[in-house]
């Protein structure tokens, strides 16, 4: 039997603001404006992948639209 392998389910603040090639502070700007949804477990936020997505596509719409 080979141990299974589980993929990321949460990104912290610093990995999201290194993905999308932000300082951790306008990550956390982002975050607490409600443009990039998370989920505060403990003292520490958390966020989900598909809203990373989310965030990255809303901002290519609303760029596709301006450039329309």
Do not use: Q
């Amino acid at each position: 039997m080979t141990p299974a392998t589980i993929s990321r389910k949460w990104h912290t603040m610093a990995e999201v603001a290194e993905m999308l090639g932000f300082s951790l502070s306008k990550t956390k700007l982002l975050v607490l404006a409600g443009e990039i949804r998370s989920i505060k477990i403990g003292r520490n936020r958390r966020i989900l992948p598909a809203w990373v997505d989310e965030y990255v596509n809303r901002c290519a719409s609303e760029a596709e639209r301006w450039s329309a």
